[in-house]
């Protein structure tokens, strides 16, 4: 896990108006927590925050200065976003952390290469974009890399094919699938359709009383 630094202030006004004060104004509120030392109400710079993630992430290690403080060994435990306009930072929770202690982090999942399932018409899924780890914080990988040309229709990648280092405990159940190739939905309702009238054909023919068979003799042949 990668380490940066990150500035923060103090922050004494509250509440749920404050914060859209706060908002106007360039910042973004937040609370620092942990390790049995006070919740601390802090503020940092919405610019300086925004560029901070597209740099290094949410899953980092950081150093973080409050005002004149000693810095602090944090990560970030969770960030709200504006449910429109992802790029609005409304809060976060950093929490405090020992390197010397494990953590569990959410790791983003990075799929690469082009699957020749999709190639065929297939539609590749992505159903877990993030994987739980729980090691120590600088063991803790920046994101998991997952190579999916080799995938048809029909396979898939679940969370039993990782290959993560053996200090590294993945938390999400072994059979949780990952990505997947899929056949194309109209494709598959077609198939299915095309089933259900077979079947029917089958069941009306089955079900359709059999007349027997009368042979009838001419008047000629009675006669006889």
């Given at each position: 896990?990668?380490q940066?630094?990150?500035?923060a202030?103090?922050r ?13 104004e360039g910042?973004?509120?937040?609370v620092l ?7 601390l109400?802090?503020?940092?710079n919405?610019r ?8 290094y992430?949410e899953?980092?290690?950081i ?6 403080g ?6 970030i435990k ?10 609005t ?5 950093f ?6 202690e494990?953590v569990?982090?959410a ?7 082009n ?8 539609v ?5 974009r993030?994987?739980?780890l ?6 803790m990988?920046n994101?998991?890399?997952?190579d ?5 229709i029909?396979?898939?990648i679940s ?18 699938p ?14 299915l359709?095309?089933g ?5 054909v089958e ?21 006889e």
């Amino acid at each position: 896990m990668q380490q940066a630094k990150l500035e923060a202030q103090q922050r004494n006004t509250f509440g749920k108006q404050s914060a859209r004060d706060l908002r106007k104004e360039g910042g973004v509120p937040a609370v620092l927590y942990g390790r049995a030392q006070d919740t601390l109400a802090i503020q940092v710079n919405a610019r300086t925050f925004k560029q901070f993630l597209r740099t290094y992430g949410e899953n980092v290690i950081i150093n973080m200065e409050v005002e004149a403080g000693d810095p602090e060994t944090v990560i970030i435990k969770d960030i709200q976003r504006h449910p429109v306009d992802k790029q609005t930072l409304l809060h976060a929770d950093f929490i405090r952390i020992s390197l010397d202690e494990p953590v569990t982090s959410a790791v983003p999942v990075v799929i690469v290469g082009n699957p020749p399932g999709v190639q065929q018409g297939g539609v590749l899924e992505i159903p877990l974009r993030q994987v739980s780890l729980h090691c120590l914080p600088m063991q803790m990988p920046n994101d998991i890399t997952i190579d999916v040309s080799q995938l048809e229709i029909g396979d898939s990648i679940s969370v039993r094919d990782l290959t993560l280092a053996e200090e590294i405990d993945i938390l999400d159940e072994p059979e949780r699938p990952i990505a997947m190739v899929s056949q194309p939905r109209i494709q598959l309702e077609d198939e299915l359709a095309e089933g259900e009238e077979g079947e029917g054909v089958e069941e009306d023919a089955a079900e359709e009383p059999t007349e027997p068979e009368v042979i009838s003799r001419r008047r000629d042949d009675d006669d006889e």
